[in-house]
T-cell receptor
Framework: GNSVTQMEGPVTLSEEAFLTINCTYT??????LFWYVQYPGEGLQLLLK?????DKGSNKGFEATYRKETTSFHLEKGSVQVSDSAVYFC????????FGTGTRLTIIP | DTAVSQTPKYLVTQMGNDKSIKCEQN?????MYWYKQDSKKFLKIMFS???????INETVPNRFSPKSPDKAHLNLHINSLELGDSAVYFC????????????FGSGTRLTVV
């Protein structure tokens, strides 16, 4: 079956540091790929998406590129802020949305 | 206007009780879902309905029963609550294609004591 493996957390960075959260997937067919973010005490918000190979999703300074050859969808941001502290979920969708285990990110001033 | 709304936000109840969680979406989506998030933040799909018809039913105890009176509503009823049912339950909806992802509600934190 389909699965998503993402970097174990927690991840702690200083403000303005570069962020990478790794995500790889296993899927049959051609799924869409997503990153969702969950701020403390809230639901999940769609951060960005890519629907086919080599697509780059971007939003709020975050980027991720759908790499079919490496089955990866790594999340990156050039300069993180304290307000980016949250749990980040990588997910793939074919007939249903399947999530990775989540990575807790804490940014310290 | 909240796109996907769930009630209640918090639910504390004793073991053995029966409880319901309600979900409504005003996005005009055809498909709705229930997910369970455990204490380690792991998210697992429980059920999916498309236009009132059950299409996904993962391995969930029979004590959990979803009901969809119309395509804008998907409720979750839980019988004989157990300690292990404590979790955050999220409702979501989608347009039914793989292009747009899901829109999630803000969650219901269920605590069984």
């Amino acid at each position: 079956g389909n699965s998503v493996t993402q970097m174990e957390g927690p991840v702690t960075l200083s403000e303005e540091a570069f962020l990478t959260i790794n995500c790889t997937y296993t899927a049959t067919g051609y799924p869409s790929l997503f990153w969702y973010v969950q701020y403390p005490g809230e639901g999940l918000q769609l951060l960005l998406k890519a629907t086919k190979a080599d697509d780059k999703g971007s939003n709020k300074g975050f980027e991720a590129t759908y790499r079919k050859e490496t089955t990866s969808f790594h999340l990156e941001k050039g300069s993180v802020q304290v307000s980016d502290s949250a749990v980040y979920f990588c997910a793939l969708q074919d007939e249903k949305l399947t999530f990775g285990t989540g990575t807790r990110l804490t940014i310290i001033p | 206007d909240t796109a996907v709304s769930q009630t209640p936000k918090y639910l504390v109840t004793q073991m053995g009780n029966d409880k319901s969680i309600k979900c409504e979406q005003n996005l005009g989506h055809d498909t709705m879902y229930w997910y369970k998030q455990d204490s380690k933040k792991f998210l697992k799909i429980m059920f999916s309905y498309n236009n009132k018809e059950l299409i996904i039913n993962e391995t969930v105890p029979n004590r959990f029963s979803p009901k969809s009176p119309d395509k804008a509503h998907l409720n979750l009823h839980i019988n004989s609550l157990e300690l292990g049912d404590s979790a955050v339950y999220f409702c979501a909806s989608s347009q039914g294609t793989i292009l747009y992802g899901y829109t999630f509600g803000s969650g219901t934190r269920l605590t069984v004591v």
